[in-house]
Every structure is written in structure tokens, then in C-alpha cells.
């Protein structure tokens, strides 16, 4: 017997959690909203809180071409139909072109202001890409609407009233006056926000206090410090669930269903060193209760899991100080990648995760965890470096302690990071001949508008190609870090949970990175988990809705 009873009960409050809530509340049913930890919006709140979603409604109110039939080729040819990609099928695939659009009007009609990114490109060279790029982003949000729930959304990773593609901007202050007028712009909204008692803030947590006001306004349960430890199944179905809060023990119904939105497992190292191996939880961003208890849990009662090896991944830098990776870019001109033996082994400017797929799968035959960044003065002086603004002038705990390494040659570096300075030499001599002609013969850096993109927009001529010739040089050791794994419960085109044999457990969905994603081993663009995570938790919650 239950302690008590609910339509339908979401574990987690990350991406598709309060969606999911909101489309259950339309259809007037009882929503109870689970998260183990005493902040909610998971990772979301503290990402860029970016969705791709494919011909959506700001696209077309912009003038930008997009169709579904390009949203499936692109799909199609980046993602292909690998028999093990069992989060990737092609119906899923068809499922979030054609419901991520409806999803978006959804949220739109419940009061959740979004907006797109002018431009940020689709991440492969494909048929049916977009250049300008299918982003879905918040509005900037007063996070004082939420009253007494404004302490329990956990803090985002920008304390400012900056649309994210201003903040993009701020690195080029020094030499853009467009970006000194867009930082002229942010200060007056933060001289406003005082004078008119607002409290803007923007990306994911942005999202997320969006989403939650609106749940809270719908009249959805949520509580905090409330982890999930089991899944109750009664003939076959999942029922219900056991919670643990304050150190006692509750059995909650749900007539309707269960949602598993937990995240996935990036924080549990015994996982990683089962799945991943070589990958380590230190140098992941996620949120500290991403362990992947509700994917074992799934797993417990006969769950299948798929696509376990696969992660959103990023060059993650450890800098002194102890306050975990920083994201580094590793696509900026003037600057090279290189193994420990001093090869260069990858496209720098390609998607964030298939260079650090590139750094895992060098690493089997050259060591590689970690690589190095080797840029030189001009690099230094001109970009952000691992949180860091542009400059000469650096932490001096980052020499003391040999994060930041320097020699007035590039021998000299080489001697400073234990790599031999004749490979290291002949392979910055042949990086420069490629980026003097601008043309990377060996790894074809830059022939992407998002490599583009991801370079030097000031920069004349390749946006990303640059030569180090400018002494002294540097460089800084990176890992192949990750913003989640992108692999889990294997999902239907309803997000329900499916047995190894393509049965459905009945009353069990899930979405997010709980999940095998839906778009495979690739990220498809910026936004690549949080869309599938709040497409699939919107219809998780509208099949649910259906069967009642």
C-alpha cells in the first residue's frame, strides 16, 4: 500500500522534468516532481540551457530555411543506423523532428519566453544542416518571480543579465567596439535590475526558473532532498516509487507512470571505469548527484541499456585552485594540439566531441590524457584561457604549479613538458606552413562554417588557422572532459523504457541523459541533449496522458 498517490511522478528536475510536469498538469493530472538533491534543475540549470530543435517556430519568424525533410537528412547522415545506437532508431529520430517544433509551441503557450541564437552553426558537414543554426535558448528571466522557490534553483554558471550570445562576446572587448557596446548594454541592465528590484539572470538557469515558476503556477508537487531507491513493480508494471527524505522511507503511487529524468553517470567512476575506461569523474561538469542510480535501478528490474560508451564530451583544463575543469577552446588560431610525444593527432575546430573522442582513441597507441595546448604570445594576449581573460598576465599558481608551461622557443617548451623538441618543432614548422597558405592538408581545420565560427571572428581571412611563430610560447595540458554521458535506459518513441527484448515496461519512461540518446555517438549541434531531454519528456507525459 501506498503512503500516497500521484498521476505521475517525475525522479529528477533536470530538462524534461517540468515539461513533462506541465503537459500532465494540461490534462489536469497530479504531478509529483522527485530530486535527491536540495537544488533543482539539475544540470540544465548550470549549462548554456541551449535545445536543438529543427524547424522551429523563431526559425521561420527569421526567415531561416529549415524543413523536416533537411532535419532528417541531417540526422540521417551524421547519425546513420548503427544496430547498436538502440537510443538512435529511426523512429526516434522521427519522432523528435516532428514533436521538438510542437514541444517548443507548447512551452510558448504556457508563458516560457525563448528566443534563438542568430547564429550558431549545425556541428557536421551534412546533408540538411543549417549554417545559422537551429538554437533554442531562454529569454532572460527575473528569478524573483519565483519568490520563496528563487533559493532552491540551483545557481547558473553566468551572474549576469547577459542573452548568451552577448556573453560570447565579452572575450573581444579589447578589440571590438561592438562588444564594448554589448558590455555597455549588460551594465545598464544590471544598473536597472537594481533600481527596479528584478534580479535577471540568463542560459540554463534561465530556462529552468522559466520552467519552474510555471510548474509551480500549474500546480505541480515538488520537494527537494528526496533521492528515489526503488522502483516499485506490481504484476509486470511499474507502480510507484520508495523515497528516502530525512533518513524515513515513503512508498508513492503513480497511477499514470513514472518519469526517470536523473541525469546520467558521469560522477560515478566505478561506472566510467566499466564503460568508459580511462575517463575519469574529475573531469567531468555535472552536477555531483549525476551518478547513474536510476539507470541501475531500470537496469534492476529488466531494463536494456545502450550506447553506455558514449559521452557529450568537451577538452576539459584543470587549473590550479581547485575549482574543477574549466572548458578549454582548443579551436582558436595560433594554436595547436598535440599528443605527449609531440603529434598532432586531430581537427582542433571540430565538434567538441569528436576531439576528445580523437584524444581517447589516440591515447591507445601514443600517450595522450592529457594533450597539450601549444599557442603562442599572440594566442595569449588575444583569447580567454581556461576562465581566464585575454592577457599576458595569469595566475601565478598556474607556473608554480606547472599547469601553465613556457619557453622562450619552441624547443624550450618542448624541454618544459617532457615532449622531444625535434617532433614538437617539426610538427608547430608544419602547422604553420598549413596556416600560412590557410589550408590544413593533414586534418582540414576551418572547412566547416562551424569551425569558422568556432575561430577568431575578428580575424581576417581563416577564422581558425593562425600561425605560432610569436614568442615566448606556452602551453597547457587538457583531458577529454565531458557535460554528461549520452548513454542509458533504452527509450521508445514515447519514452518508454524498454526490456532487451523490445518490450515495453509498462508505467517506466524516461528522457534526458538517463537515457541512449537519440542522436546516437554525435553531437548534432548546441543544444544536442537538452532538446531530446524536454521533447522526450513532453511525450513520455502525453503518452501517459493517453492511457489513463
Given amino acids: 500500500m501506498s503512503d500516497e498517490v500521484f498521476d505521475f511522478v517525475v525522479v529528477g528536475s533536470g530538462g524534461g522534468s517540468m515539461c513533462a510536469a ?53 540526422l540521417d547522415a551524421t547519425i546513420g543506423d548503427d544496430p547498436a545506437m538502440l537510443g538512435a532508431t529511426k523512429e526516434r529520430r522521427l519522432a523528435y523532428v516532428d514533436e521538438s517544433p510542437k514541444m517548443i509551441d507548447f512551452l510558448v503557450e504556457q508563458g516560457i519566453k525563448l528566443r534563438r541564437i542568430p547564429s550558431w552553426p549545425d556541428y557536421y558537414k551534412a546533408p540538411g544542416e543549417s549554417v545559422p543554426g537551429r538554437t533554442v535558448v531562454s529569454e532572460l528571466f527575473d528569478l524573483k518571480q519565483l519568490g520563496p522557490w528563487k533559493s532552491k534553483l540551483r545557481p547558473g554558471f553566468l551572474p549576469l543579465p547577459a542573452n548568451l550570445d552577448e556573453a560570447m562576446q565579452l572575450g573581444l572587448m579589447k578589440r571590438s567596439t561592438a562588444a564594448k557596446k554589448i558590455l555597455a548594454k549588460i551594465i545598464g541592465r544590471v544598473i536597472k535590475d537594481i533600481f527596479t528590484a528584478k534580479k535577471r539572470t540568463t542560459a540554463g538557469q534561465a530556462l529552468q526558473g522559466q520552467m519552474l515558476l510555471a510548474a509551480v503556477n500549474a500546480g505541480v508537487e515538488i520537494r527537494v532532498s528526496s533521492a528515489v531507491k526503488q522502483l516499485i513493480v506490481e504484476d509486470g508494471r511499474v507502480s510507484g516509487v520508495i523515497v528516502e527524505k530525512d533518513g524515513e522511507e515513503c512508498r508513492i503511487g503513480a497511477r499514470n507512470g513514472v518519469l526517470i529524468n536523473a541525469g546520467g553517470f558521469a560522477r560515478n567512476q566505478q561506472m566510467l571505469d566499466e564503460y568508459i575506461p580511462g575517463v575519469s569523474s574529475d573531469w567531468t561538469m555535472v552536477v555531483t548527484e549525476d551518478t547513474g542510480d536510476l539507470i541501475q535501478e531500470g537496469m534492476r528490474i529488466g531494463a536494456a541499456v545502450a550506447q553506455m560508451g558514449e559521452r557529450i564530451s568537451y577538452a576539459m583544463a584543470l587549473p590550479p585552485g581547485g575549482k574543477g575543469p574549466v572548458p578549454l577552446d582548443v579551436a582558436k588560431p595560433y594554436s595547436v594540439v598535440v599528443d605527449q610525444s609531440g603529434s598532432r593527432y586531430t581537427n582542433e575546430a571540430a565538434s567538441i566531441v569528436e576531439v576528445s573522442r580523437s584524444q581517447l582513441a589516440r591515447n591507445k597507441s601514443t600517450p595522450s590524457m592529457p594533450s597539450w595546448l601549444v599557442f603562442d604570445s599572440h594566442y595569449m594576449r588575444t583569447f580567454m584561457l581556461a ?44 602547422f604553420n606552413a598549413f596556416a600560412e597558405k590557410g589550408c590544413d592538408e593533414d586534418f582540414h581545420r576551418g572547412e566547416h562554417a562551424y569551425q569558422q565560427w568556432m575561430g577568431d571572428p575578428l580575424k581576417d581571412g581563416d577564422k581558425t588557422l593562425g600561425p605560432i611563430t610569436e614568442a615566448p610560447f606556452f602551453a597547457v595540458p587538457f583531458y577529454p572532459g565531458d557535460v554528461s554521458t549520452f548513454g542509458g535506459l533504452v527509450t521508445d518513441s514515447h519514452a518508454r523504457v524498454l526490456r532487451e527484448d523490445g518490450s515495453a515496461i509498462d508505467g517506466l519512461y524516461a528522457t534526458g541523459t538517463s537515457t541512449a540518446s537519440v542522436a546516437g555517438g554525435v553531437e548534432l549541434g548546441a543544444g544536442g541533449s537538452i532538446g531530446p531531454s524536454f521533447t522526450f519528456g513532453y511525450l513520455a507525459a502525453k503518452h501517459a496522458v493517453s492511457i489513463s
Fill in 22 to 74: 506541465l503537459v500532465m498538469r494540461a490534462a489536469g493530472k497530479s504531478v509529483l516532481i522527485l530530486e535527491k538533491s536540495e537544488l533543482l534543475g539539475g544540470t540544465t540549470a548550470i549549462s548554456g540551457g541551449v535545445m536543438w530543435i529543427p524547424n522551429n517556430r523563431y526559425m521561420k519568424e527569421a526567415g531561416i530555411p529549415d524543413s523536416r525533410e533537411d532535419a532528417i537528412a541531417y
Fill in 387 to 430: 576562465g581566464s581573460m585575454a592577457g599576458m598576465k595569469k595566475p601565478k599558481e598556474w607556473t608554480e604549479e606547472k599547469f601553465l608551461r613556457q619557453g622562450n622557443t619552441i624547443e624550450e617548451l618542448a624541454a618544459a613538458c617532457e615532449i622531444d623538441p625535434a617532433n614538437l618543432t617539426a610538427t608547430v614548422e608544419r
